[in-house]
């Protein structure tokens, strides 16, 4: 079955779309574009090695994450789907290249946290393999929400 959108490497020229998806997912961390500069720069030193990719359709950019990898770790930063576009496959589609992309840079495990109160999200982590690890309580802000850190092995 063929999707409407796909994913592919983000780009610099991808900035803008990005900080708009992000602006528009009150759940995604709200980077400033100085960090998305360098994210998106793609220079060879940055430390710890991060990737970050985009799912895009007729309509734009319908989601994005980042993953950085650091020895035989990786972490998987921060995605999101534009809420209007999700339960498409976008998310799992957007994992896979994160989870790809570590595997390629060495890593054997990949980590995340996520808000305790998305349910989705959890969902999508369990289906891709990742098991709750532990609880950092009251983590989150605007709202307040704890963060469940869970891991899978890549």
């Avoid at 020895?71 to 989870?99: D, M, T, Y």
Wanted: hydrophobic content about 50%; charged content about 20%; aromatic content about 8%.
């Amino acid at each position: 079955m063929l999707t409407p959108w796909t994913v592919r490497p983000a780009l610099a020229a991808d900035a803008a779309g990005i900080l708009a998806l992000e602006q528009a997912c009150a759940e995604a961390p709200h980077w400033s574009p100085a960090v998305w500069q360098r994210i998106l720069s793609r220079e060879e030193a940055q430390q710890p090695a991060r990737a970050a990719f985009i799912a895009e359709g007729g309509n734009g950019i319908l989601g994005f994450a980042v993953v950085s990898c650091a020895a035989a770790v990786a972490e998987l930063e921060s995605i999101a789907v534009r809420p209007s576009a999700r339960c498409q496959g976008i998310g799992k589609a957007l994992c896979h290249a994160a989870f790809d992309w570590s595997r390629t840079a060495g890593a054997a495990v990949i980590e995340l946290e996520v808000r305790a109160s998305s349910l989705a999200a959890h969902a999508l982590y369990a289906s891709l393999g990742f098991a709750e690890q532990g609880r950092r309580r009251n983590y989150y802000r605007n709202p307040a929400d704890d963060a469940i850190l869970m891991s899978a092995p890549l």
